[in-house]
Nanobody
Framework: QVQLVESGGGLVQAGDSLRLSCAAS????????MGWFRQAPGKEREFVAA????????YYAQSVKGRFTISRDNAKNTVYLQMNSLKPEDTAVYYC?????????????????WGQGTQVTVSS
């Protein structure tokens, strides 16, 4: 069992930066791949970024590549999402998730555990 708690969301202006954190409970955090997804009002949840258990492999949605960076600190049981050059279209609730089916890192069904989400709002 893994419990996930996101933090770091907020209201920012276009071009600003935010860093989201996701703190995990449990001693098996390092065995899970981690992902960030987001869901905007009226839209389906979409993949944002993923990182394997060691942090050696990372993947990004095309829409955030070059602007967002996912990282993890297994000693702190925490995964991060550094978001730079934010755009209004990045506005969404951001969720972190833990799973083991990393080959399908982009598929929300690969993740068994989810946080409650944190709101990110980017004004123009």
């Amino acid at each position: 069992q893994v419990q996930l708690v996101e933090s770091g969301g907020g209201l920012v202006q276009a071009g600003d930066s935010l860093r989201l954190s996701c703190a995990a409970s449990g001693r098996t955090f390092s065995s899970y791949a981690m992902g960030w997804f987001r869901q905007a009002p009226g839209k389906e949840r979409e993949f944002v970024a993923a990182i394997d258990w060691s942090g050696g492999r990372t993947y990004y949605a095309q829409s955030v590549k070059g602007r967002f960076t996912i990282s993890r600190d297994n000693a702190k049981n925490t995964v991060y999402l550094q978001m730079n050059s934010l755009k209004p279209e990045d506005t969404a609730v951001y969720y972190c998730a833990a799973g083991t089916n990393f080959p399908r890192y982009y598929d929300s069904r690969s993740y068994a555990y989810w946080g409650q989400g944190t709101q990110v709002t980017v004004s123009s």
